[in-house]
T-cell receptor, first 114, second 108 residues
Framework: DAMVIQNPRYQVTQFGKPVTLSCSQT?????MYWYQQKSSQAPKLLFH???????NEADTPDNFQSRRPNTSFCFLDIRSPGLGDAAMYLC?????????????FGPGTRLTVT | AQRVTQPEKLLSVFKGAPVELKCNYS??????LFWYVQYSRQRLQLLLR??SRESIKGFTADLNKGETSFHLKKPFAQEEDSAMYYC??????????FGTGTRLTIIP
């Protein structure tokens, strides 16, 4: 089945130790998104790629970076994780922008910072 | 500021009773509106979108521009409707803004 895959599903990292979360898609969608979701809160968009064009949200901390080496893969890098970065990280894709198309979500990676 | 509000964090409804999940927004323009659902141990997925005017799994949602609301309704709740529901809006830019969600529990 075509889908959005996130690895790992659970990630534990130490305070200040860089961590990378991975997302891949077999849908051949143009747009890939990264969301952060903390307990009982709405998913919060961090950034997205439309093809190779990177779009950062104004309030996304510099500590968060992203790479999209090809259509299928997108990575979220947290350079120096703090305790406040513990959250569920959701990757999503859409064929075009959300006004025209739905977003397909991965299962998420739950990040714990010790 | 553009905002999506789901006033109920938790909602419990008896099986067979009507369901209404509330969603209000603040925006002077005409947003595109969606409802996403997350069933237990499953990923977040689209339930319905306003532009399609569909009824999915018996759910409908009507845009009320006067009240700036997009409530989700179903006349007769089923046990499999228990899930987390998110209202999401696109305010004419490139992203979705999600509400904080309502956890719906259907009581057998």
């Amino acid at each position: 089945d075509a889908m959005v895959i996130q690895n790992p599903r659970y990630q534990v990292t130490q305070f200040g130790k860089p961590v990378t979360l991975s997302c891949s898609q077999t849908l051949n969608h143009n747009v890939m998104y990264w969301y952060q979701q903390k307990s009982s809160q709405a998913p919060k968009l961090l950034f997205h790629y439309y093809d190779k064009d990177f779009n950062n949200e104004a309030d996304t901390p510099d500590n968060f970076q992203s790479r999209r080496p090809n259509t299928s893969f997108c990575f979220l890098d947290i350079r120096s994780p703090g305790l406040g970065d513990a959250a569920m990280y959701l990757c999503a894709t859409s064929r075009t922008h959300p006004m025209a198309d739905e977003q397909y979500f991965g299962p998420g990676t739950r990040l714990t910072v010790t | 500021a553009q905002r999506v509000t789901q006033p109920e964090k938790l909602l419990s409804v008896f099986k067979g009773a009507p369901v209404e999940l509330k969603c209000n927004y603040s925006y002077s323009g005409s947003p595109e509106l969606f409802w996403y659902v997350q069933y237990s141990r499953q990923r977040l997925q689209l339930l319905l979108r306003h532009i399609s005017r569909e009824s999915i799994k018996g759910f409908t949602a009507d845009l009320n521009k006067g009240e700036t609301s997009f409530h989700l309704k179903k006349p007769f709740a089923q046990e499999e409707d228990s899930a987390m529901y998110y209202c999401a809006l696109n305010f004419g830019n490139e992203k979705l803004t999600f509400g904080t969600g309502t956890r719906l529990t259907i009581i057998p």
